[in-house]
């Protein structure tokens, strides 16, 4: 029967009595609902951790390791073009920053694997040799009470137990004695307890590495790895090659007219020197300074042209690089992103070890000298019950990580990813919304990439983005916290209903008022002992909600938003008149050029000395009407733009009202360039705070979501306080009762969120 079915069956329309009878199954159904089935993907029995997930990061480990680590290798790597360093945020040190980053963190689990499974022996074996001690130490137990040791007269309490002198034998192995050491029982129980610590100490220092790799993969590695990505993408380049395409485009076409306007000049210094008089040899000096002067204005565009277009190829190269880099980064991502799911799930696992074995040297604080024999077998119990569970455990989690390592090795990768939680709807405990929770996360941290971004993009409000980033990695601690308090929480649950129901038990076949009045004392210091770690789960949840909660004043972007909108609403407009003054620039222009090249074509030497161009000399040329109107055109185009209009048109004031113009048409596209940054500015900005507006959104549902789990908490709190019952039946009942229920809203929250 799955857990699902197991519950929503067994507490439909159930009567009080019943739940409370159905609390103390709770542990063994709810551990087994972590279990897979037939239809999910092979794992050991009970572990959410697959050999997938240790493969995963192998394989991000491998990837890290492939990244450049020094400058030199980094910038050979991205093979940007000459002068070129990417853009902000995209430069060989700071992708440099970001592969030592991977690299330096990858690196950090090779230590972690084989601590991790040099313990899990280590747990597995000392697990097996304390099942043996246990059933030696019962043995001993059972020996004194049937009165079977001639030196066990009279013992009562543990004290006077640890003074039983034996030829113990084989029934401890591991635990040698010194020659000169008595073979009394308290010395075995003191090294049995001083394993259990040390085990405790190196499970704790294994859990806080882990903890640490996988807070940094999610808060730092993965979160550097998008940032860039993502400022590629924001990368304008592409926008820039187009801009300077235009550029050298329009370059080009002033270069063939310079060329026109420069062998028009040359021929009328020619002619005008033929003349071979004063008239003539002055005119020929004039135009001759006019063709060098264009001559120089044409060299100087070749350079500036020559310069662009090596500069246009190296930012073409450059925007190839970037495009290939965003590819490899995406790859790292998407590795990256296993890895981080890997890792939650290895922590996951690693917790229900840390838990099991922190519980048991839990169990021995309770363990003194003053206990009656009954009550230090019932603690001694609780020390060494959890290491079944270990032993299984710790065997199993040595087993996957072997099984990758083989897989691994063949190169042989395979398996689909697939995980089926066991869904237990609880109407005692609202249960969380964990899809909404999680996609919240999710969409604060890819808001955060955003806003990083353009805040790196523009230098814009950098304070307003400290902010949000600090409280999205307080949304990481709380995510966090959460999982870990709902672990903790429910194993802490499930196996005081085991040590009640064990308690309960051994009430019901005792018959000494003594011994009876005994074990309610038992049961009600667990009863206290869980309330206590509960209330420390909760207090620390309620610390978490209370950084996430900060609500941030929205008016005030709002009305930036409100401004940078105008801001580039008038911008626009203000293009769309520039654009068509500059059109118009262009067009007359054009006449002016269309009408250079015309007379230089058909030979203007062949005018008078004077070069004035009227209607008859013009059609001395021998031009076609329609050229020679064009031409006509631009002589009275040009007289409307001068002082005296009754002034006669030579060929030169052609030429130098087209550079005129040139100036105005340069003019008008730096303003156009002014309006156009502006607007891009704006836009910029509008995009950085609506992401800070959706991180602000995303964490008020976050927080909604994360109360509720406070909640829980709380009503959990409330519904068990003693001082409401009147006796300890009462009291244990209705903990029983509740423990089931909130057992089952812990249960889907204890997973690694996704």
Known sequence: MSANNLWDGALKNASPDQIMQYAAEAPARLINASASDANSE?????????KKHIIDLHKYQAAAFRLPRNLKDVTDYLRFGVGQDGGPGLSPADFLTTFLNTHNHAARWTDLRERIMMTGRGLSNFATSLLTYSASIEEVYADVRAGKLLDARDIKTLEQLRLVELELGDKFPGLQLESDTLSDLGYFLDRIFEEVDKNL????????DLDAFGSDLQEYILPGIQHRVDLIQKNTLSAEIKRLQTQIDDRAKEIELKNTEYKAAVQEALK???????VGLAMAIYMGVEAENIRA??????????????????MNQTLGSLARVKHDLQSLEIVAIDADIATKNLIYTWNLLYIAVENSSRAI??????????????????????????ETDADALIQVFKEAQEEYSRNNLKGARSMKVASLFNAAYPPLDLASLSASHGQMRGARTQAHGWQVKLGYLPDLFGRFDSIVKEVGQGSSALQSASQTSQYELETLLESLESLEQERLGESDPLVIEEIDGDRRQLLQRAAATIKVHSARL?????????????????????????????????LAELQVQLQALRDERQILSDAVATLQKAGIEDLAKDIELTLSKVTQLGLAPPEIQLVMMAIEQLKKTLIDASKSIAFIDMLRESDKLKLKIDAQIEKIDVENSIIQASLGRMKYLQAILLIEDSRQTYADIYGGAVNAYQQFLTATAPAQFTDIETLTNAFKAQAALFIRFLAPVSMPMR
Not at 42 to 50: C, I, K, N, P, S
């Open 365 to 390: 604080a309770t363990i003194n000298n003053a206990l009656s024999l009954r009550q230090f077998i019932t603690q001694f119990r609780l020390v060494v019950n959890p290491w079944k569970k270990i």
């Open 201 to 208: 100490q190196v499970t704790k220092g294994i859990k806080t």
């Open 272 to 278: 005008a020197a033929a003349g071979m008089n004063i």
């Open 297 to 314: 204005a044409r060299n100087e565009l070749y350079a500036v042209q020559d310069q662009d277009i090596l500069r246009l190829n190296s």
């Open 542 to 574: 309620q610390g978490c909600l209370g950084n996430i909660s900060d609500s941030f004043d929205r008016r005030l972007v709002q009305t930036y938003l409100a401004d940078f909108a105008h801001d580039e609403q008038v911008a626009k407009d203000q």
């Open 42 to 50: 092979v794992r050991a029995t009970g572990l959410l951790l697959t």
